[in-house]
């Protein structure tokens, strides 16, 4: 069962903002990440945090973006401002399931891609005029 659960997407207006929520459960204090991915394309990377709280993001959203997390609380946050029409596109939040390291990211957002192996079933960001 899935257990990073996330929230907060929706329609947006361009120039506006939105917060996504991810329920992280035990993964907290691990790399995690939010992609997304827009119809007829590739799934791409967004943000990354690490145990430490280091961040990385896409070059399309630095600036715009902020990756954060409340470790008290188990979240991770995405808050979005800025929007632009092609910010549409399904989130997901993505956790490192390995539990060896020490929960480091290492690197951009893309970087990630491949030992994040927990995903949650995305939560739609709409943005239009």
């Known amino acids: 069962q899935a257990r990073l659960e996330e929230s907060g997407g929706g329609p947006a207006q361009v120039g506006g903002g939105l917060r996504l929520s991810c329920a992280a459960s035990?993964?907290?204090?691990?790399?995690m990440g939010w992609f997304r991915q827009a119809p007829g394309k590739e799934r791409e990377g967004v943000a990354t945090?690490?145990?430490?709280?280091?961040?990385y993001y896409a070059g399309s959203v630095k600036g715009r973006f902020t990756i954060s997390k409340d470790n008290a609380k188990n979240t991770l946050y995405l808050q979005m401002n800025s929007l632009k029409p092609e910010d549409t596109a399904m989130y997901y939040c993505?956790?490192?399931?390995?539990?060896?390291?020490?929960?480091?990211?290492?690197?951009?957002?893309?970087?990630?891609?491949?030992?994040?192996?927990?995903w949650g079933q995305g939560t739609l960001v709409s943005v239009s005029s």
């Open positions: 035990g993964y907290i204090y691990y790399c």
């Open positions: 945090i690490d145990r430490t709280g280091t961040s």
């Open positions: 993505a956790a490192d399931e390995r539990r060896t390291g020490g929960g480091y990211c290492y690197g951009p957002p893309e970087n990630s891609y491949n030992f994040l192996g927990l």
